[in-house]
């Protein structure tokens, strides 16, 4: 643990670190994780100041191929330190959206990440950046999925095995991220156990930060330990273009039955999807667009810091 002098904290970047950020998987090594921000004491307090409608609440079953096991649930009136007890003794994890950069206590955190990740790569030019934090069990995992956004997991606290697989077929279907971006569908993408002998595959511990390419799907097991990190999820040129070539496939699927198979950025298809793109959404932000329920949202379990998985089901108290 150190005091809170930001300039102490930093990341450190390799060459080969560098030369592959936001295009193969790599980790660094950092710091941050000795900031008391991430204690159990100063993590408790941020749970009860934090907005309560964004910190997410959920658990999940052991088999890593069922993502409808996944589940939300109710804290109650627990304390923070209850509720990080329950993470502790049970498989729960919290989610505590924009914490990093909404929260006055870790924003100075949050902005030196981002400015280590842009002294690694002075081509990455950040659009827009989010990161919250995510408090686990030392059982807990996070099912197979893709994220929208490019992407970068700091690890403060624990030991977790993360694994990413190539954003490609059969991995990757990149209708499946269309309809993501359709809001058709969760970021949760099928999984099959044998892809996992062609992953990416590391152990995170304290102090390692990981990073892989826009769309790579990747899933996660703790292994030990409470888990705490900071994803990042951040828009960018890059990923805003590759973004706009999907929606507008989608655009043409759903609207006009045509299958198209081309995700190309460059070429005159590409700038007419860019412009179908550019047109609905504009029609979107002018007339509105029908709100569609996310699902899972509904509470089944109470957290329960003295019941074996920490939570008490809704069902079995009824
Ligand atoms: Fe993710």
């Known amino acids: 643990m150190r005091d809170t002098y930001m300039d102490q904290f930093r990341s450190t970047w390799s060459d ?9 998987p790599l980790t660094v090594r950092h710091n941050y994780h000795e900031h008391h921000a991430f204690s159990d004491v100063a993590l408790a307090a941020l749970i009860e100041r934090h907005p309560r409608d964004m910190i997410d609440f ?16 109710d804290p109650g009136a627990l304390s923070g330190l209850e509720l990080i007890e329950a993470v502790r003794k049970g498989k729960l994890w919290i989610n505590l959206r924009h914490a990093m950069d909404q929260d006055p206590e870790y924003r100075p955190i949050y902005d030196a990440m981002l400015a280590d990740m842009k002294q690694a790569d002075p081509s990455f030019r950040p659009l827009n950046a989010e990161a919250g934090i995510l408090i686990s069990s030392p059982t807990a995992q996070v099912f197979l999925h893709s994220d929208v ?11 977790k095995r993360f ?3 190539p954003a490609t077929q059969p991995y990757l279907n990149t209708d499946d991220v269309e309809a993501v971006l359709h809001h058709d569908k969760t970021e949760d993408i099928p999984f099959d156990p044998a892809w996992d002998k062609d ?11 990981a990073n892989w390419p826009l769309h790579g799907p990747h ?3 703790n292994q030990s330990g409470v888990n705490v990190s900071v994803p990042f999820e ?14 507008a496939n989608g655009v043409l699927r759903r609207q006009f039955g045509y299958v198209p198979t081309e995700t190309r950025t460059d070429g005159l298809g590409a700038l007419m999807k860019r412009m179908l793109t550019y047109t609905v959404k504009l029609k979107i932000k002018l007339f509105g ?8 949202s509904e509470q089944t379990f109470d957290i329960d810091p003295n019941a074996p998985e920490g939570f008490v089901n809704r069902e079995a108290t009824a």
């Open 16 to 24: 080969e670190a560098k030369q592959k950020f936001r295009h193969q």
């Open 163 to 165: 694994r990413t697989y």
């Open 234 to 247: 951040i828009s960018t040129p890059q990923s805003r273009l590759q973004n706009s070539i999907l929606y």
């Open 199 to 209: 992953a990416f595959t590391v152990d995170l511990h304290p102090g390692m930060a």
């Open 58 to 73: 959920c658990t999940m079953g052991d088999d890593a191929t069922d993502h409808d096991s996944w589940r939300a649930g």
């Open 289 to 296: 667009e029908a709100s569609r329920p996310m699902p899972k």
């Open 149 to 159: 956004s490019e992407t970068m997991l700091w690890h403060m606290r624990g030991v």
């Open 219 to 221: 899933r996660i097991e």
